[in-house]
């Protein structure tokens, strides 16, 4: 089975989860969106903040250019605009590294150096994998922080996304 297709699927969904989970947060006050309210990276900012580094981080490894955040809780931005307009473009860049990416090379190694600097390697296949997985995880603890505020939250679920899909 080529592998392709089906990471090409979850980089639309991604795209399609993030813009609800955004468009849920855009009520917001900016003093809501700072609030340090107990979560692993604290505030709303803080955790959609995560996902984008995370993300600049992995496709840094896997295309060898970009973005590289230097911490995993780095604040590239402190404003909800600026975050979502870079979340939007960031999803797209996600799109475009899995289209160009040939069928060949999820079944290869991706060797790279973490934060701290040590090297690794891991298949590509189960990288790319994380990559989707790892927003899956942190997009639910913003859904939380968005439902401590009163704010309907919107259905994630990949199985809503094929149904829309269809």
Not at 42 to 57: F, K, W, Y
Not at 58 to 87: M, N, Q, V, Y
Not at 117 to 122: F, K, R, S
Not at 154 to 163: E, G, I, K, T
Request: aromatic share 10%; proline share 5%; net charge negative.
């Amino acid at each position: 089975m080529d592998p392709k297709p089906h990471f090409e699927t979850l980089a639309r969904y991604n795209r399609w989860a993030n813009r609800r989970l955004y468009e849920a947060a855009a009520p917001l006050t900016d003093a809501q969106f700072v609030e340090d309210r107990g979560a692993f990276f604290g505030s709303l900012c803080g955790t959609l903040n995560h996902i984008l580094v995370a993300d600049r981080l992995w496709l840094e490894r896997i295309e060898g250019h970009g973005p590289k955040p230097s911490s995993l809780d780095e604040i590239l931005h402190h404003d909800f605009a600026g975050l979502r307009t870079a979340r939007e473009a960031e999803d797209e860049r996600i799109l475009s590294v899995v289209a160009a990416t040939p069928a060949e090379r999820f079944e290869t190694i991706l060797a790279y150096r973490n934060t701290a600097g040590v090297p690794h390697e891991l298949p590509f296949a189960q990288v790319m994998t994380h990559v989707f997985n790892h927003q899956t995880h942190h997009r639910g603890q913003a859904h939380s922080l968005l439902s401590q505020f009163g704010l309907k939250t919107p259905v994630l679920d990949f199985v809503y996304f094929l149904l829309e899909s269809r």
